[in-house]
């Protein structure tokens, strides 16, 4: 049985049943993770009604609580998003401000409740700008506590001026299987060993 548990927040701006490219990735994320005994759960924020804002609660009819309850038990956060005009879809970055309100808890020993936590990024796109996209969201994951592992990321973009969408791809490429390999092997690793011995107390 799986021992650890990773959560893949999928950030495309379609809802089920529309096939979606950051799904696809996201479960080639999980497929790797099993191999090194994670379970992973994945979730597609636009099938649900996220409200904007910065607290884990905005009210009526708001479904974060939810998808927040399920993010704060697992051991590995993935968030997979889009590129849409260079940038993170506008559902990765509602997700991300949610998260912001983690920093008003702590544990008994000071620490944000995040801290202690694997956080990884997958992006696709038919145009450029993933680095770009990794390198904002792994900042603002570790922002809130997130630990990054080694070559934590993986991501797919169509040659400049492109047209096709991962789903398309006849196969995946090697470099993209070999980097997805890479960040499921390196964040179970960082998981087993942050569980095992915690950060140091913030109090």
């Known amino acids: 049985m799986?021992?650890?548990?990773?959560?893949?927040?999928?950030?495309?701006?379609?809802a089920r049943p529309d096939a979606s490219s950051s799904e696809t990735i996201a479960q080639h994320v999980a497929t790797e993770l099993d191999?090194?005994?994670?379970?992973?759960?994945i979730i597609r924020i636009a099938d649900f009604d996220v409200k904007p804002g910065v607290e884990t609660n905005m009210g009526n009819g708001d479904d974060w609580p939810e998808i927040r309850a399920q993010v704060a038990v697992a051991d590995i956060l993935l968030i997979a998003t889009p590129t849409w005009m260079g940038h993170m879809s506008s559902i990765a970055q509602r997700v991300?401000?949610?998260?912001?309100?983690e920093l008003s808890f702590t544990d008994s020993e000071g620490?944000?409740?995040?801290?202690?936590?694997?956080?990884?990024?997958?992006?696709?796109?038919?145009?450029?700008?993933?680095?770009?996209?990794v390198a904002d969201v792994f900042q603002a994951l570790n922002d809130v506590g997130y630990s990054i592992p080694a070559q934590g990321c993986t991501y797919w973009n169509d040659e400049a001026?492109?047209?096709?969408?991962?789903?398309?791809?006849?196969?995946?490429?090697?470099?993209?299987i070999s980097t997805t390999a890479a960040l499921a092997r390196n964040a179970a690793h960082l998981a087993r060993r942050l569980r095992g011995e915690a950060y140091p107390p913030y109090a």
């Open 161 to 176: 001026m492109g047209s096709r969408n991962y789903i398309d791809l006849p196969a995946v490429p090697d470099p993209v």
């Open 111 to 133: 620490r944000p409740g995040m801290v202690g936590k694997v956080a990884t990024v997958a992006v696709v796109g038919n145009e450029d700008g993933a680095h770009k996209i």
């Open 2 to 14: 799986a021992d650890l548990v990773a959560v893949a927040l999928v950030c495309s701006l379609k």
């Open 35 to 41: 191999k090194h005994d994670v379970s992973t759960q």
């Open 96 to 101: 991300l401000e949610r998260l912001d309100a």
